[in-house]
């Protein structure tokens, strides 16, 4: 360990220093003095010292971004599907039905999501991993590409051992066996997915490296079996781990839960395998149902918003208002490229604060100063760093951004919460530090040479083109099924509705 003496001193002078607690429209301009990776000081005309001086006259400092979930497995999809419900997604963007990757890839995709999250403020992401192959050596490159890049992550191995598509329940009768067999796939053994994940979390330590740590990740409640939802709750409960499980993401996982006879809700499925606490973050949570969100708020549990995805795959809008009267948490999250294309939290947040005008015309709590608290300091809660990160306050870690103010978005300057909520879109980031350290300056990554990056993509994206293109020949068949099955899974009756102006039949 460095000694305080000897750490790295860097002092960002002059900035417009965001406060969740203060002024979040016209903040107070202040000094900010980093030794080694923590925050020591802030305030007026700070001696520098020996620090490095970062000038921020002009500018706004605020805290890093939290992007609570991610999966950074389909990066090379980027840009290639649209206008696929999840269903059919999942069988074009489901890397298992890609088989492994060259390690140079895996690197280069992961090197890719880090290099555009620290672009657009992104100091921390949650990484929901499907590792393919399911092997130490795939996750240490995606460990090593991290640490690389300089970002800070909680990684998550996901998890499952039941294969089937969330839609299967609604495949026809009339359906060929064989079909059928391809779209239900192989289940797996519980065990080895849990021994996989203990394997490494012992292998690795619970701090990989200062900037990772581990979070724990059941693919969903419906894809699990009951031993595998409780060895997940036991390895959380022996490490103090956060879990991320996608939960009623879909109409189809709700009408396939009422249709299965799940009583009364897939939440209960978690409950029963003792993962319903603080420490569990629900995905998506778009069909959550008012019971649902009671459930919620008695376990103390946070759900992780992510707009984007929820629209581009026709999953509906999710019950903010209903979550946040009810007194949940809630954080954000950009999701897979393939289904958002961008990891960018200034859109997220901004579709936080819109969506809710769709079913209320009311004027609401959801405020431009609301999301910024959702995207850093309920983000850090919801990956277990809530006393780490989120906020700039002496003795938190120095994970922070800093804007020019001289962008257009900010022009004239009137409002920094709603001007970095409804104007900014990552363009006007200059300097990003995590952990104290400047790895982005100047609008440039200062730990990846991106030049090189886009060559290297250059030359990997046609593979991978390629074999996404035969991966869509293969399953050609399936999508009229897929769609047939969509439309039965519309018959089950819910009482919640999730999709607005839909006609009603």
Same mark, same amino acid.
């Given at each position: 360990?460095?000694?305080?003496?000897?750490?790295?001193?860097?002092?960002?002078?002059?900035?417009?220093?965001?406060?969740?607690?203060?002024?979040?429209?016209?903040?107070?301009?202040?000094?900010?003095? /980093?030794?080694?990776?923590?925050?020591?000081?802030?305030?007026?005309?700070?001696?520098?010292?020996? #620090?490095?001086?970062?000038?921020?006259?002009?500018?706004?400092?605020?805290?890093?971004?939290?992007?609570?979930?991610?999966?950074?497995?389909?990066?090379?999809?980027?840009?290639?599907?649209?206008?696929?419900?999840?269903?059919?997604?999942?069988?074009?963007?489901?890397?298992?039905?890609?088989?492994?990757?060259?390690?140079?890839?895996?690197?280069?995709?992961?090197? /890719?999501?880090?290099?555009? &999250?620290?672009?657009?403020?992104?100091?921390?992401?949650?990484?929901?991993?499907?590792?393919?192959?399911?092997?130490? %050596?795939?996750?240490?490159?995606?460990? %090593?590409?991290?640490?690389?890049?300089?970002?800070?992550?909680?990684?998550?191995?996901?998890?499952?051992?039941?294969?089937?598509?969330?839609?299967?329940?609604?495949?026809? #009768?009339?359906?060929?066996?064989?079909?059928?067999?391809?779209?239900?796939?192989?289940?797996?053994?519980?065990?080895?997915?849990?021994?996989?994940?203990?394997?490494?979390?012992?292998? =690795?330590?619970?701090?990989?490296?200062?900037?990772?740590?581990?979070?724990?990740?059941? @693919?969903?409640?419906?894809?699990?079996?009951?031993?595998?939802?409780?060895g997940i709750a036991a390895l959380s409960r022996q490490h103090g781990l956060p879990v991320?499980?996608?939960?009623?993401?879909?109409?189809?996982?709700?009408?396939?839960?009422?249709?299965?006879?799940?009583?009364?809700?897939?939440?209960?499925?978690?409950?029963?395998?003792?993962?319903?606490?603080?420490?569990?973050?629900?995905?998506?949570?778009?069909?959550?149902?008012?019971?649902?969100? !009671?459930?919620?708020?008695?376990?103390g549990a946070r759900v992780v918003h992510n707009p984007i995805s929820n629209l581009k795959?026709? &999953?509906?809008?999710?019950?903010?208002?209903?979550?946040?009267?009810?007194?949940?948490?809630?954080?954000?999250?950009?999701?897979?490229?393939?289904?958002?294309?961008?990891?960018?939290?200034?859109?997220?947040?901004?579709?936080?604060?819109?969506?809710?005008?769709?079913?209320?015309?009311?004027?609401?709590?959801?405020?431009?100063?609301?999301?910024?608290? !959702?995207?850093?300091? @309920?983000?850090?809660?919801?990956?277990?760093?809530?006393?780490?990160?989120?906020?700039?306050?002496?003795?938190?870690?120095?994970?922070?951004? /800093?804007?020019?103010?001289?962008?257009?978005?900010?022009?004239?300057?009137?409002?920094?919460?709603?001007?970095?909520?409804?104007?900014?879109?990552?363009?006007?980031?200059?300097?990003?530090?995590?952990?104290?350290? /400047?790895?982005?300056?100047?609008?440039?990554?200062?730990?990846?040479?991106?030049?090189a990056l886009r060559a290297e993509a250059d030359t990997i994206a046609p593979v991978f =083109?390629?074999?996404?293109?035969?991966?869509?020949? =293969?399953?050609?068949?399936?999508?009229?099924?897929?769609?047939?099955?969509?439309?039965?899974?519309?018959?089950?009756?819910?009482?919640?509705?999730?999709?607005?102006?839909?006609?009603?039949?």
């Amino acid at each position: 360990m460095t000694s305080a003496a000897q750490a790295t001193r860097v002092l960002i002078r002059g900035g417009l220093v965001y406060d969740h607690d203060g002024d979040v429209h016209q903040p107070a301009r202040a000094d900010i003095l /980093i030794v080694g990776d923590r925050i020591e000081r802030i305030g007026a005309n700070l001696p520098p010292d020996g #620090a490095q001086i970062v000038e921020a006259a002009g500018k706004l400092v605020a805290p890093g971004f939290v992007n609570a979930h991610y999966h950074s497995h389909d990066v090379m999809a980027k840009g290639l599907f649209e206008e696929m419900p999840f269903d059919i997604w999942t069988l074009h963007s489901n890397p298992a039905n890609y088989g492994p990757r060259s390690q140079e890839e895996v690197r280069l995709r992961t090197l /890719i999501g880090a290099a555009e &999250s620290l672009r657009n403020g992104i100091t921390t992401i949650q990484d929901f991993l499907t590792l393919v192959p399911q092997d130490e %050596a795939t996750l240490d490159t995606v460990l %090593a590409a991290y640490e690389e890049a300089g970002i800070r992550v909680v990684f998550a191995v996901a998890a499952r051992d039941r294969a089937a598509l969330d839609i299967a329940p609604f495949m026809l #009768a009339s359906l060929p066996e064989a079909v059928r067999k391809r779209i239900a796939g192989s289940d797996r053994k519980a065990s080895d997915e849990l021994d996989f994940v203990a394997r490494q979390i012992k292998r =690795r330590g619970i701090h990989p490296t200062p900037r990772q740590t581990w979070a724990l990740a059941p @693919s969903a409640p419906q894809r699990c079996s009951p031993e595998l939802l409780e060895g997940i709750a036991a390895l959380s409960r022996q490490h103090g781990l956060p879990v991320f499980t996608h939960v009623y993401e879909t109409r189809i996982q709700a009408a396939a839960a009422r249709k299965q006879g799940v009583d009364p809700s897939l939440l209960d499925v978690l409950a029963r395998a003792g993962l319903m606490n603080e420490r569990l973050n629900i995905v998506h949570g778009v069909w959550l149902t008012q019971s649902d969100i !009671a459930q919620i708020v008695e376990a103390g549990a946070r759900v992780v918003h992510n707009p984007i995805s929820n629209l581009k795959l026709k &999953s509906g809008v999710a019950p903010i208002l209903d979550l946040n009267r009810a007194g949940v948490e809630i954080a954000l999250g950009c999701d897979n490229y393939s289904c958002a294309e961008t990891q960018n939290i200034f859109i997220a947040m901004r579709m936080l604060c819109l969506l809710p005008a769709v079913t209320n015309p009311e004027p609401g709590p959801i405020t431009a100063a609301y999301a910024l608290k !959702a995207a850093t300091i @309920s983000g850090a809660r919801a990956v277990g760093l809530g006393d780490q990160i989120g906020a700039l306050k002496p003795g938190m870690v120095a994970d922070l951004m /800093i804007l020019k103010l001289d962008d257009p978005a900010f022009v004239p300057f009137n409002s920094a919460a709603r001007q970095l909520v409804f104007s900014e879109s990552g363009r006007a980031v200059e300097t990003v530090l995590v952990g104290g350290r /400047i790895v982005v300056r100047d609008g440039k990554l200062t730990t990846i040479d991106e030049a090189a990056l886009r060559a290297e993509a250059d030359t990997i994206a046609p593979v991978f =083109r390629r074999d996404a293109k035969a991966l869509a020949a =293969r399953n050609a068949d399936l999508t009229a099924p897929l769609l047939d099955a969509n439309r039965e899974a519309w018959k089950v009756p819910l009482d919640i509705e999730r999709y607005i102006g839909r006609r009603k039949d």
